[in-house]
């Protein structure tokens, strides 16, 4: 365990590394990256807090789980990862709590926020993504490359490493894929991810045979066994309730 004091800071650790992507790239967050990339547990705590993304579902977690800190590391991992305490909490009750707290400040954009979408949620990442954001509901329209790469860059995708190659990586991992219908993942293939850019690296001696997850195309973390089944297993799981809506939407 790493901490200081009494404290644990493998949450905003775990936080901050997986933040890190989206924020670099401008997508999410406060404009203090120094913060998730060396900041004290308090500055990582106070850049959190203005994720509009990921704060909701931590605070909505902490307080249906009676874990107290969002920041604590079962949530955090929980939500990028799928599975752990998230898991066993009922959806439709999860769902309510997080309108609550992200319905005021939805707005025209987010009108696809309503009841019919509690079926599909989540207490993790993976339901932001393909059910929160709005980027499945732009395929089909003809301009399907965008909202694919977005929806596959977004997700947390497990991957194993081939070769590391300074800054680089290759690994081999599945894809988002769209075939007109219906999102699927294709057989795995290989990729180039960043391990370090700027200076920074969130695995910094990652090396080959590791399981690792891939943020916007950067390794974000290692994965356990446990970690790997738990995003297949919720991906696997939003996938399905997705594509059971827009079946409905295309026919």
Do not use: K
Not at 126 to 155: N, Q
Not at 170 to 193: A, I, K, M
Not at 194 to 223: F, N
């Amino acid at each position: 365990m790493t901490s200081v004091g009494d404290v644990d800071i493998r949450g905003p650790e775990m936080f901050a590394r997986y933040a890190y992507a989206p924020n670099q790239l401008g997508y999410c967050g406060p404009p203090d990256l120094d913060a998730l990339t060396g900041g004290s547990v308090e500055r990582i705590r106070t850049a959190a807090r203005r994720f509009s993304g990921a704060w909701p579902y931590l605070r909505v977690l902490s307080a249906l789980t009676g874990i107290s800190d969002p920041l604590d590391y079962r949530l955090v991992e929980s939500y990028w990862l799928g599975g752990g305490v998230g898991a066993a909490l009922d959806a439709d009750e999860f769902y309510a709590a997080l309108l609550a707290v992200i319905g005021p400040q939805a707005g025209h954009y987010w009108s696809h926020l309503d009841d019919e979408l509690a079926g599909e949620a989540a207490g993790n990442h993976c339901f932001h993504v393909f059910g929160v954001y709005p980027w499945t509901r732009f395929l089909g329209r003809g301009m399907d490359e965008h909202p694919l790469h977005v929806l596959d860059s977004c997700r947390i995708t497990p991957a194993t490493v081939l070769a590391r190659h300074g800054d680089h990586a290759e690994v081999r991992c599945q894809r988002l894929e769209w075939d007109g219908t219906s999102l699927q993942l294709s057989v795995p293939t290989t990729q180039t991810v960043e391990v370090r850019i700027e200076g920074y690296s969130a695995v910094p001696d990652v090396q080959p045979g590791e399981s690792v997850a891939v943020h916007w195309g950067r390794v974000c973390g290692r994965l356990d066994a446990t970690h790997v089944r738990d995003l297949d297993d919720s991906t696997d799981r939003q996938l399905s309730v997705t594509n059971r809506r827009l079946a409905v939407v295309a026919g």
